[in-house]
Nanobody
Framework: QVQLQESGPGLVKPSQTLSLTCTVS??????????WSWIRQPPGKELEWMGV???????YYSQSLKSRTSISRDTSKNQFSLQLSSVTPEETAVYYC?????????WGQGTQVTVSS
């Protein structure tokens, strides 16, 4: 069974870099034609897709976040990670990782990240 689990600090200060890791079990992140996404949902707002890393390591980012976002992976640990720099309090949200294959079919439970001094 495919499972995803987000981990990382729950509190980040403004202007600092948010770093999260998604650990995947039950499925290899290098399996052909699958990709691995980060999505977030601020309180009271809609889900926002942030970016994705594909099975071959290629990355694609939301245009609005591209300059501040980096997604990487550690295939030896079957993990992929998100870094978002220069965060603001408005980026307080629940951050999710998910598998993408046509649709986002498996999701982590989400992790709350609060941006505050």
């Amino acid at each position: 069974q495919v499972q995803l689990q987000e981990s990382g600090p729950g509190l980040v200060k403004p202007s600092q870099t948010l770093s999260l890791t998604c650990t995947v079990s039950g499925f290899s992140i290098t399996t052909n034609y699958y990709a691995w996404s980060w999505i977030r949902q601020p309180p009271g707002k809609e889900l926002e897709w942030m970016g994705v890393i594909a099975y071959d390591g290629k990355t694609y980012y939301s245009q609005s976040l591209k300059s501040r976002t980096s997604i990487s992976r550690d295939t030896s640990k079957n993990q992929f990670s998100l870094q978002l720099s220069s965060v603001t309090p408005e980026e307080t949200a629940v951050y999710y990782c998910a598998r993408l294959t046509g649709a986002l079919d498996y999701w982590g439970q989400g992790t709350q990240v609060t941006v505050s001094s």
